[in-house]
């Protein structure tokens, strides 16, 4: 292993402060289509990124050279650039944004990923590939898995000591049917993927063929659906549903990043101005999120950002009421305004922003089995099949890859292409209920940034009633 600590002390300069941040990371893919091995691949990716301040500006310089020259080189141009920003800067930075933090963080893993061999995993997708084969009608069928094992440690000239491990594994899986000209694909988690901090124990055969088997009877179900009807109604979400709804309608307009227009030529800005926090109800009285990584098997888990702020557990929307933003240190100054340590790179090669890590729903107290029986006539919705939402965030577009109708408090008639659109705020202002119970779902692939930064996040929600939706079909 990297000295990282003798590292610093070798290359240390005249900055005001240092940091190396050393990431090694290997990622495993296994993929089984129609009972056949599609892919095995396996990767390795190692890197430190330098920081430093100087003249109240951070500079920042990534390298593969792990060298000692070749890490000298990195820090003299962290160096030159923190100097060049600083005369152009829009905010004098401290050390008050980079505190010293000492600790570690390990994933929560009950089975080793080594005690699984490649070929075990593939059996197991096989025999899943093969489940799926329920009708003449399926065309076909697919079961993949992604596992990361990353491994982050950083050290200050300041003191900081930090190390975190990370076991993430996601898994999907989809089956497509097809007859008279139309096709109709359900997958396990609506293109998300069911991405947790696990080990192999998720490599259950039999829950996932149970799995499976589910969803490719539902996807030859849908091709004799009627599509859902084009109407303003009541609608439930499911928890992989809801899992996008949040990430979107929430997550992207609360990074501070986007509110103070860092984000605008890339992923947009965002509807919410500094001046809503305290003030804008945002829903309902039952709209409860929080920022939390320390949930222990969600994806975006971690002790510190990479500024070394300690992550805790915040309210950003109490009883429907905006309160708190997603915002590091460095934005926080900035707004002067609340936030959390969310403060994350997608790897080495990297400079830390604003992002999402696990955004979550907090459950109510309603049973589902309530929730429908409340509803005269509307509509329960599952799966992401697609997405759509403006720069700000605000008026959006979904559609779901499977859904049921509701009529007089019960689930009816199987309906196909099911969607529903509406805007942020009056959207969330019409939740009528909320679940006790929640799911845990996550995505590997959240792009934002220039140059683009690919991050985990996770989302635990529970099932959701909304009043006076605008729901239709394909």
């Known amino acids: 292993m990297l000295d990282l600590q003798r590292t610093l002390n070798s290359v240390r300069n005249d900055a005001d402060w240092v940091s190396l941040r050393h990431v090694t990371e290997k990622t495993t893919f296994r993929n089984v289509r129609d009972e056949k091995t599609d892919r095995n691949s396996i990767s390795f990716d190692q890197g430190i990124m330098v920081e430093v301040l100087v003249n109240g500006h951070f500079g920042f310089a990534g390298t593969s050279d792990l060298t000692e020259s070749g890490i000298k080189r990195a820090l003299a141009k962290a160096v030159t650039m923190a100097k060049a920003a600083s005369s ?6 401290s050390l008050a944004q980079r505190p010293t933090a000492k600790g570690s963080y390990k994933s929560p893993v009950i089975k080793p990923l080594d005690s699984f061999s490649a070929k075990e995993i593939t059996d197991i997708f096989v025999d899943a590939t093969k489940a799926m084969k329920v009708s003449d009608k399926i065309m076909s069928r697919s079961a993949t898995t992604m596992i990361v094992e990353t491994e982050f440690q950083s050290v200050s000239s300041s003191g900081s000591e930090i190390f975190q491990n990370f076991s993430i594994v996601s898994t999907d899986f989809s089956t497509t049917a097809g007859a008279n000209g139309e096709t109709q694909t359900r997958t396990d988690s609506g293109g998300l993927a069911r991405c947790l901090q696990v080990g192999a124990e998720v490599f259950n055969r039999a829950s996932i063929l149970e799995r499976a088997k589910k969803i490719a009877e539902e996807s030859v179900e849908l091709l004799g659906a009627e599509n859902c009807p084009d109407t303003t109604m009541d609608l439930i979400l499911a928890p992989d549903q809801m ?6 309608s929430i997550g992207h307009p609360l990074e501070y990043d986007r509110i103070l227009g860092d984000e605008r030529n890339y992923a947009g ?4 101005k500094p001046d809503d926090f305290g003030k804008l109800q945002y829903g309902s009285k039952l709209m409860n999120v929080t920022f939390d990584p320390t949930i222990p098997d969600a994806m975006a888990s971690y002790a510190f950002d990479d500024s070394g702020h300690k992550a805790t557990k ?11 933003g997603l915002g590091g240190l460095e934005s926080q100054s900035r707004l002067n305004l609340p936030g959390v340590a969310n403060f994350r790179s997608s790897s080495w090669n990297r400079a830390p922003i604003d992002r999402m890590a696990n955004i979550n729903l907090e459950p109510g107290t309603s049973k589902l089995e309530d929730m429908i029986a409340s509803v005269e006539r509307g509509v329960f919705m599952m799966a992401n099949k697609s997405w759509s939402i403006d720069d700000y965030r605000n008026k959006f577009q979904f559609g779901c890859e499977y859904a049921k ?3 007089n408090g019960k689930l009816t008639k199987t309906l196909k292409n099911p969607n529903y659109r509406g805007t942020t705020v009056k959207f ?5 209920a909320v679940s006790a119970n929640r799911e845990t779902y996550g995505s590997p692939f959240c792009g934002k940034g220039e140059p683009n930064q690919v991050i985990r996040v996770g989302h635990t929600t529970p099932y959701c009633l909304f009043g006076n939706v605008e729901v239709f079909g394909a």
């Open 314 to 324: 915040e309210f950003l929307i109490k009883d429907g009421v905006l309160v708190r």
């Open 243 to 248: 899992t996008l709804q949040v990430h979107e």
């Open 88 to 93: 152009q800067k829009v905010h004098d930075f």
């Open 428 to 432: 969330w202002n019409g939740l009528k």
């Open 269 to 272: 800005w965002s509807f919410v």
């Open 405 to 407: 109708l509701i009529e």
